[in-house]
C-alpha cells in the first residue's frame, strides 16, 4: 500500500504482484480476465477528505441566482432551439470526426445548413 496525493486528493494506491494474483481466490472477482499474466494496480481515495466545490456545484448556484435565472431564461428562447434543431433534425449527436480541425470544420457546416434554411424560410414569407 502506499499513500499519496493525485491532483490534491488524498489517495491510496496498491499493486498486486503477479506471484500473490496467481495463487489468490479472489482472483476471479478481482480481474477483468482472470487469464491475464500481470497483477492489478488500484487507486482509492480519500471521500471523507473536504473537497471544494466542484464546478457543477459552482454552476447550479449560478443558475438558480435571479441573475442567473433572467440570463438561462433568455438563452432558451435564442440558443437552445438551434441545438435541439442540430440534435434532432441533423443528427448532431456527436461529432464524427477526430481532431481540432475536422471537428471545428464539421461544426461550421452545420452551422451553414442550419443558417441557410433559416434565409430559405425567411424568403417563403
Not at 16 to 36: E, H, I, S, T
Not at 40 to 53: L, P
Amino acid at each position: 500500500m502506499e499513500d499519496g496525493r493525485i491532483n490534491g486528493r488524498k489517495a491510496t494506491g496498491f499493486q498486486g504482484y503477479r506471484k500473490y494474483c496467481r495463487v489468490c481466490p479472489l482472483k476471479a472477482q478481482c480481474l477483468r480476465n482472470p487469464n491475464q499474466k500481470e497483477g492489478r494496480q488500484v487507486t482509492f481515495f480519500d471521500r471523507s477528505e473536504h473537497k471544494e466545490s466542484s464546478y457543477i456545484d459552482r454552476m447550479k448556484e449560478k443558475i438558480d441566482s435571479p441573475m442567473g435565472r433572467h440570463i438561462y431564461s433568455q438563452r432558451l428562447g435564442t440558443v437552445e432551439p438551434v441545438f435541439g434543431n442540430l440534435e434532432a433534425n441533423k443528427g448532431l449527436k456527436r461529432f464524427t470526426l477526430r481532431g481540432e480541425g475536422k471537428v471545428n470544420a464539421q461544426w461550421l457546416m452545420f452551422c451553414m445548413v442550419h443558417n441557410i434554411e433559416k434565409i430559405a424560410r425567411q424568403g417563403n414569407r
